[in-house]
């Protein structure tokens, strides 16, 4: 009869087994079985009726019902954990093979393409890139670079005033002046670029309002000779380097009233070959830069003795140069900021350029 107990509960067990289908229905089967009044547990409340030598026996069948379940358990369990797992992960996946969304990139702009150039460039040759502010002042703009208030120079530049004292700068030049007096009470030789925003006036078909500018400047002792043949070589390796192998410079006498002697640089026509085209007006040169020997006044008023220092500047405008390097053939393009043309220059290495 003991044993028909065990059996009993062995039978209403394979038989409940059969109807578990969720770790739910599991758990409560646990409790049903081997909770306090569960079935098994209370199979063990009757070894005390049973006559000692069958109570080993009777133990031991019970311990196998406990057993079976205990097994049937975990592997129920841990089937029911793996499926939830492999649900869960099936609606996780990630299905490689789909379309991605495109992720627009911008792409650098090719004035910054070309400043990035220079710099690297002049760096490699020991100079420093130096900035100023673009609101500037007209001490630092015009005055300290030998251009007193009336003096009809300054008529060739149109400047934005914003009061009598404060204009948008109109040339990078004015940088010169700021690193010469801040050196002013220790003066030491000076190599450095300024690539920079620059403004002025004016808003015909070839000219804009805003411009970039890369001013250069070379002070040294003058025992050192900072000579004109100094500042050719450096414009004919620069020339070579930003815009193209195989042009000629022409040094053109000019004037600026912070150089002197003054230049204006053309380089021979890199379309025609010199022989004259529509880009070069027929000339077979190019305008690409203003230059000279820094003028004793400039150094004077900004501290630097010109008895003992001496140096030259120059200061290409950006857009020109962005265009013949580029083949580039209208400077609006550079403006307009049209994605079109602008996704040209996403090429990430210097293929482009006219070599
Ligand atoms: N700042 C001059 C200009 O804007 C160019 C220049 C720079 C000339 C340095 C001489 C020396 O036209």
Not at 178 to 185: G, S
Not at 220 to 238: I, Q
């Amino acid at each position: 009869m003991r044993d028909n107990k065990v059996e009993e509960v062995e039978k209403r067990l394979e038989e409940d087994k059969t109807n578990i289908s969720t770790l739910n229905q599991l758990n409560d089967l646990k409790i049903k079985y081997l909770g306090k009044k569960g079935l098994i547990s209370s199979l063990n409340q009757l070894i005390k009726d049973i006559p000692n030598e069958e109570k080993k026996e009777f133990g031991q069948s019970v311990n196998q019902v406990r057993e079976n379940f205990n097994q049937f358990y975990e592997q129920k369990k841990r089937y029911f954990e793996d499926e939830q797992l492999n649900k869960q992960l099936e609606r996780e996946t990630i299905d490689i093979t789909l379309p991605a969304t495109k992720v627009r990139r911008g792409s650098k702009h090719p004035v910054n393409r070309m400043i990035e150039k220079i710099e690297d460039l002049f760096v490699s040759m020991g100079y420093d890139v130096m900035t100023g502010p673009e609101l500037e002042t007209d001490e630092f703009c015009f005055e300290r670079l030998n251009l007193p208030k009336g003096h009809p120079a300054r008529d060739m530049q149109d400047s934005f005033y914003i009061t009598e004292e404060y204009l948008l700068r109109t040339q990078t030049s004015a940088v010169q002046a700021r690193t010469l007096l801040a050196n002013k009470n220790d003066p030491k030789p000076i190599r450095e670029i300024v690539p920079g925003k620059t403004y002025r006036k004016e808003d015909d078909a070839t000219h804009s309002h805003q411009f970039c500018q890369c001013e250069g400047l070379v002070i040294d002792k003058k025992e050192n000779h900072v000579s004109l043949a100094d500042l050719k070589g450096t414009l004919e390796v620069f020339v070579k380097e930003v815009i193209g192998d195989n042009l000629d410079l022409r040094f053109r006498p000019s004037y600026f009233p912070f150089t002197e002697p003054s230049y204006e640089v053309d380089v021979s026509c890199f379309k025609c070959g010199g022989k004259g085209c529509p880009l070069c007006k027929d000339t077979g040169w190019i305008e690409i830069l203003g230059a000279g020997i820094v003028h004793p006044n400039v150094l004077r008023m900004n501290g630097y003795d010109p008895e003992k220092w001496g140096g030259f500047a120059f200061g290409p405008g950006l857009e020109r140069l962005t265009m013949f390097r580029y083949g580039i053939p209208d400077m609006r393009y550079l403006y307009t900021n049209d994605i079109r043309f602008l996704e040209e220059f996403d090429r990430g290495d210097e293929s482009d350029a006219i070599k």
